[in-house]
């Protein structure tokens, strides 16, 4: 497996190629990562293609699962990044107006159907 970093701080590292058992689960893979690239563990994402052809890479992002559930093999390639910290503030907060603003429309189905049964 080649392991190739495109985090900012480790891109110009040279790639790294090593057996890696199939049975290794992805978390290990990121305490492997962070060692080999001196990157934060938490900061890591990984995703995976069994071909360089391959356009897009697979997410490999419950870290209890093992490479063999992903169907990692023999000269796959594994990408790993940093999570950018700003991006994911952002989009959680997306997420946050998103489920508030369902909540409120949700709100307004309710009260409208409760007037409706009362005039009934």
């Known amino acids: 497996v080649t ?5 900012p701080s480790s891109c110009t590292l ?4 090593r057996r890696i058992p199939g049975t290794l689960n992805v978390e290990r893979l990121k305490a492997l990562c ?16 069994t071909d360089t052809k391959d356009a897009i ?4 992002d419950e870290d209890d699962k093992t490479l063999n559930y992903y ?4 000269g796959a390639e ?9 991006a994911q503030s952002l989009d959680l907060k997306k997420k946050q107006e998103e489920q508030e603003r369902r909540m409120i429309e949700q709100d307004r189905s309710m009260t409208a159907m409760q007037e409706l049964r009362s005039r009934n």
């Open 57 to 60: 890479p697979v997410e490999m």
């Open 34 to 49: 962070s060692r080999i690239f001196g990157l934060d563990y938490d900061l890591i994402s990984l995703r995976f293609r």
């Open 14 to 17: 040279a790639p790294v190629v």
């Open 3 to 7: 392991i190739k970093s495109l985090a």
């Open 78 to 86: 594994i990408l790993m990044s940093e999570v950018d910290l700003s």
């Open 71 to 74: 169907g990692l093999c023999d």
